[in-house]
C-alpha cells in the first residue's frame, strides 16, 4: 500500500484580497496519483498590503522597485502565516507536511515579446524560512524560458485532480485573467487544451477603484454591474480586439488591456452617454463573451460538456447568469462540486505542481503553454530534516514506468 504524502498549496491571487493555502493529500506516483483537498484556508492581507497590492501591480502601469520588493517580501509573509493556520485549523502536525508548493501573482507578463519576460512575486525564501518546509515555487519561469507561455502553469495539475474517463470537463478559471483548461473524456495529458482566453477580474477592479477614488475595491457580487446596461456599439469593438483572435497556445500580456485601454474605454463609454454601472455591465458582458468565442478553438463537440467554474469570479451572479446566456446547452457548476473550493483551485494546483517535481515528472505541455517536458519550479530547501526527506524521496524516483509521455529535457 502507498503511503500517503501531504503537501500544502499557496496562492496569493492578482486580487490582492489574501492568500489560499489547501492541505493536500496524494497517493501514488506521478501522473498514477490520486489527489485530495483535505482543508482549505483563506487569510486575508494586511492593510497595508491590499493598499500597496494595486499601488504597485495596477493595470499597465509602472511601479518603483522598492513597492515592487516590499510587496514581494509582504506576499510571501502572508502565505508563510497561512501554514500554521491551516495545520492548526485542520489539526495536523508540522512534521507530517513534505513540502509546499507556492504560487504568486505576476508583478509583469510579456510572454509574446522577441524577448519573452515574466515575473512572480511572493518571496518563497521567506515561505522556506517562516515554516522550515521545503517550497517548490516559480513554475511559470522554466516554462517560459523553454519557449512556453508560462501559463496556464497548472493545466497537467488539473488533469491529475479533474479528468474523468467518461465525461468531458471545461474548467473557467474566473481571476484576474481568465483561463480555460479543457479535459476530454478518458483524456490523456497531451490531449489537455488551455490558454488564457482574455482579461478578468482585474479589469472590472480598477475600473471600480478608478471611479470610487480607492473607496470600493472590487464590485463586489456585481452589484452596480447588474444596474447597468450594455453598450452594444462598444461590446462589438472589444471583441474584435487582436489577442481573442489568436490561436492558443497564448497567455495574456500584463500590458493588455491596461490603463490606456481603461481609460481610452472611459471616455468611449462617456461619449456614449454611459453610466459607470453601463461601463461595468459592458465589461462583463465583454469577459464573458471572450469565454464563449474561445470555445471554437477546442476540438470537440460542444455538447454534453460540463462547466466548472472557479476564482473570485464565481462570487458575481451577473457572470453566471451571462455565462448561461452564452453558453447555451453547456451545464454550469462551482468547481466546489469536484470537492475542491472555487477559490482555491490555484494554491491545489501548486500543491499537486509540487508533487509532479518531486516525482520527476514534466508538467509543461504543448496543448496549454507550448513548451515541451520540462520539469517546473524553483526548489528553496526547508530546515536539514525535512529537506533531507525530500531529497531521498526524489532520489528514488528514476524508475522507467515514470518516464513522461514528452521528452524529457
Same mark, same amino acid.
Given at each position: 500500500?502507498?503511503?500517503?504524502?501531504?503537501?500544502?498549496?499557496?496562492?496569493?491571487?492578482?486580487?490582492?484580497?489574501?492568500?489560499?493555502?489547501?492541505?493536500?493529500?496524494?497517493?501514488?506516483?506521478?501522473?498514477?496519483?490520486?489527489?485530495?483537498?483535505?482543508?482549505?484556508?483563506?487569510?486575508?492581507?494586511?492593510?497595508?498590503?491590499?493598499?500597496?497590492?494595486?499601488?504597485?501591480?495596477?493595470?499597465?502601469?509602472?511601479?518603483?522597485?522598492?513597492?515592487?520588493?516590499?510587496?514581494?517580501?509582504?506576499?510571501?509573509?502572508?502565505?508563510?502565516?497561512?501554514?500554521?493556520?491551516?495545520?492548526?485549523?485542520?489539526?495536523?502536525?508540522?512534521?507530517?507536511?513534505?513540502?509546499?508548493?507556492?504560487?504568486?501573482?505576476?508583478?509583469?507578463?510579456?510572454?509574446?515579446?522577441?524577448?519573452?519576460?515574466?515575473?512572480?512575486?511572493g518571496s518563497t525564501s521567506l515561505i522556506a524560512e517562516r515554516t522550515g518546509l521545503t517550497v517548490f515555487g516559480e513554475f511559470r519561469?522554466?516554462?517560459?524560458?523553454?519557449?512556453?507561455?508560462?501559463?496556464?502553469?497548472?493545466?497537467?495539475? !488539473?488533469? +491529475?485532480? @479533474?479528468?474523468?474517463?467518461?465525461?468531458? =470537463? %471545461? &474548467?473557467?478559471?474566473?481571476?484576474?485573467?481568465? #483561463?480555460?483548461?479543457?479535459?476530454?473524456?478518458?483524456?490523456?495529458?497531451? !490531449?489537455? +487544451?488551455? @490558454?488564457?482566453?482574455?482579461?478578468?477580474? =482585474? %479589469? &472590472?477592479?480598477?475600473?471600480?477603484?478608478?471611479? #470610487?477614488?480607492g473607496r470600493e475595491r472590487c464590485d463586489a457580487g456585481g452589484k452596480h454591474a447588474v444596474q447597468g446596461h450594455c453598450i452594444d456599439?462598444?461590446?462589438?469593438?472589444?471583441?474584435?480586439?487582436?489577442?481573442?483572435?489568436?490561436?492558443?497556445?497564448?497567455?495574456?500580456?500584463?500590458?493588455?488591456?491596461?490603463?490606456?485601454?481603461?481609460?481610452?474605454?472611459?471616455?468611449?463609454?462617456?461619449?456614449?452617454?454611459?453610466?459607470?454601472?453601463?461601463?461595468?455591465?459592458?465589461?462583463?458582458?465583454?469577459?464573458?463573451?471572450?469565454?464563449?468565442?474561445?470555445?471554437?478553438?477546442?476540438?470537440?463537440?460542444?455538447?454534453?460538456?460540463?462547466?466548472?467554474?472557479?476564482?473570485?469570479?464565481?462570487?458575481?451572479?451577473?457572470?453566471?447568469?451571462?455565462?448561461?446566456?452564452?453558453?447555451?446547452g453547456l451545464t454550469l457548476h462551482r468547481l466546489d462540486d469536484l470537492a475542491v473550493p472555487a477559490q482555491a483551485r490555484q494554491a491545489?494546483?501548486?500543491?499537486?505542481?509540487?508533487?509532479?517535481?518531486?516525482?520527476?515528472?514534466?508538467?509543461?505541455?504543448?496543448?496549454?503553454?507550448?513548451?515541451?517536458?520540462?520539469?517546473?519550479?524553483?526548489?528553496?530547501?526547508?530546515?536539514?530534516?525535512?529537506?533531507?526527506?525530500?531529497?531521498?524521496?526524489?532520489?528514488?524516483?528514476?524508475?522507467?514506468?515514470?518516464?513522461?509521455?514528452?521528452?524529457?529535457?
Amino acid at each position: 500500500m502507498t503511503i500517503p504524502r501531504w503537501f500544502i498549496g499557496l496562492a496569493s491571487g492578482s486580487g490582492g484580497e489574501g492568500a489560499d493555502a489547501v492541505l493536500v493529500e496524494s497517493i501514488g506516483i506521478g501522473t498514477q496519483q490520486s489527489v485530495r483537498v483535505l482543508h482549505h484556508l483563506r487569510r486575508n492581507h494586511p492593510r497595508e498590503t491590499q493598499d500597496l497590492f494595486p499601488r504597485t501591480l495596477s493595470m499597465g502601469g509602472a511601479a518603483s522597485v522598492g513597492d515592487l520588493a516590499m510587496l514581494h517580501r509582504q506576499l510571501g509573509e502572508n502565505a508563510a502565516a497561512c501554514v500554521p493556520e491551516l495545520l492548526s485549523s485542520a489539526r495536523v502536525d508540522l512534521n507530517r507536511i513534505l513540502a509546499i508548493g507556492h504560487i504568486g501573482p505576476l508583478a509583469w507578463h510579456e510572454p509574446a515579446d522577441r524577448v519573452p519576460v515574466s515575473l512572480e512575486i511572493g518571496s518563497t525564501s521567506l515561505i522556506a524560512e517562516r515554516t522550515g518546509l521545503t517550497v517548490f515555487g516559480e513554475f511559470r519561469e522554466r516554462d517560459l524560458a523553454a519557449g512556453g507561455q508560462g501559463m496556464p502553469i497548472t493545466a497537467l495539475a !488539473d488533469w +491529475v485532480q @479533474f479528468r474523468h474517463p467518461e465525461k468531458p =470537463r %471545461l &474548467l473557467v478559471h474566473l481571476g484576474g485573467t481568465t #483561463s480555460i483548461v479543457y479535459l476530454p473524456n478518458n483524456a490523456r495529458p497531451q !490531449d489537455v +487544451v488551455a @490558454f488564457e482566453v482574455g482579461p478578468g477580474t =482585474r %479589469l &472590472l477592479d480598477a475600473v471600480i477603484r478608478q471611479a #470610487s477614488g480607492g473607496r470600493e475595491r472590487c464590485d463586489a457580487g456585481g452589484k452596480h454591474a447588474v444596474q447597468g446596461h450594455c453598450i452594444d456599439s462598444l461590446l462589438a469593438e472589444w471583441v474584435r480586439y487582436p489577442y481573442l483572435q489568436r490561436r492558443p497556445p497564448k497567455s495574456l500580456p500584463r500590458s493588455e488591456f491596461g490603463s490606456d485601454w481603461i481609460a481610452r474605454a472611459a471616455r468611449n463609454v462617456l461619449e456614449a452617454k454611459g453610466s459607470l454601472e453601463d461601463f461595468l455591465c459592458t465589461l462583463s458582458h465583454f469577459l464573458v463573451r471572450c469565454v464563449a468565442s474561445s470555445l471554437r478553438w477546442l476540438p470537440r463537440d460542444q455538447q454534453m460538456l460540463d462547466v466548472y467554474l472557479s476564482g473570485g469570479g464565481t462570487r458575481n451572479g451577473l457572470f453566471w447568469r451571462l455565462l448561461e446566456q452564452e453558453t447555451t446547452g453547456l451545464t454550469l457548476h462551482r468547481l466546489d462540486d469536484l470537492a475542491v473550493p472555487a477559490q482555491a483551485r490555484q494554491a491545489a494546483g501548486a500543491a499537486v505542481l509540487a508533487a509532479l517535481t518531486m516525482d520527476g515528472i514534466p508538467a509543461s505541455s504543448p496543448g496549454s503553454t507550448g513548451a515541451v517536458g520540462r520539469l517546473l519550479g524553483r526548489v528553496t530547501p526547508g530546515e536539514p530534516r525535512n529537506w533531507a526527506r525530500c531529497l531521498r524521496w526524489m532520489a528514488e524516483q528514476t524508475a522507467p514506468e515514470l518516464t513522461h509521455p514528452y521528452r524529457a529535457a
